[in-house]
């Protein structure tokens, strides 16, 4: 199984400061033939279920604020929000689908300073 | 829009058999493939299996000896059985969509293993 890592475990980050998440996988997840890497992010907030983020490690899904961004290639990756708000407070999770089991970090813990 | 929506007991019996059933509505079923996830309180998220709407399956082989996931496209549904339950398979039950990414979710559904 392809082990993902997330760091940290928790941040704190004041409104209106960038958030920085990183994500470590124990094998590449760039698939060579297409150039792609098999890497989401998911934003989990209290009682509800995982909200799609980020597909294809930097593709935004519909909907999603421009202040969310993903980077990294193989396998090392990084979430960035850009400006906190409030609302962006909740865990977030990276999962590599670049085979099966997929398998999810650890999760990060966001909250406000 | 596709909404998922999850349905099942809520409390079943150690050694028993955890049945869920996974209604898609807002689209058909006749594409994608369909995922379960699990997530135990307080915990990450684990990846159970996943169906084609053919019927083809693909298991987590740290489940795989207790689990089977069925499709049924005339009710636009799709389930999942996992056999031998213990109080380490108590978790809130995710259905989604399945793109590789996990695009659309249910709102999870709460299993709890006790006698």
């Known amino acids: 199984d392809i082990v993902m890592t997330q760091s940290p475990d928790s941040l704190a980050v004041s409104l209106g400061e960038r958030a920085t998440i990183n994500c470590k996988s124990s094998?590449?997840?760039?698939?060579?033939?297409?150039?792609?890497?098999?890497l989401a992010w998911y934003q989990q907030k209290a009682g509800q279920p995982p909200k799609l983020l980020i597909y294809?490690?930097?593709t935004r899904e519909s909907g999603v604020p421009d202040r969310f961004s993903g980077s990294g290639s193989g396998t090392d990756f990084t979430l960035t929000i850009s400006s906190l708000q409030a609302e962006d407070v909740a865990v977030y999770y990276c999962?590599?689908?670049?085979?099966?089991?997929?398998?999810f970090g650890q999760g990060t813990k966001l909250e406000i300073k | 829009q596709v909404q998922l929506q999850e349905s099942g007991p809520g409390l079943v019996k150690p050694s028993e058999t955890l049945s869920l059933t996974c209604t898609v509505s807002?689209?058909?079923?006749?594409?994608?493939?369909w995922s379960w996830i699990r997530q135990p309180p307080g915990k990450g998220l684990e990846w159970i299996g996943y169906?084609?709407?053919?019927?083809?399956?693909n298991y987590n082989p740290s489940l795989k000896s207790r689990v089977t996931i069925s499709v049924d496209t005339s009710k636009n549904q799709f389930s999942l059985k996992l056999s031998s339950v213990t109080a380490a398979d108590t978790a809130l039950y995710y259905c989604a969509r399945d793109q590789g990414y996990l695009g659309y979710w249910g709102q999870g559904t709460l299993v709890t293993v006790s006698s």
């Open positions: 094998q590449s997840v760039l698939y060579s033939s297409n150039n792609k890497n098999y």
């Open positions: 294809w490690a930097s």
């Open positions: 169906i084609y709407y053919s019927g083809s399956t």
């Open positions: 807002g689209g058909s079923i006749s594409s994608y493939h």
């Open positions: 999962q590599q689908y670049y085979n099966t089991p997929y398998t």
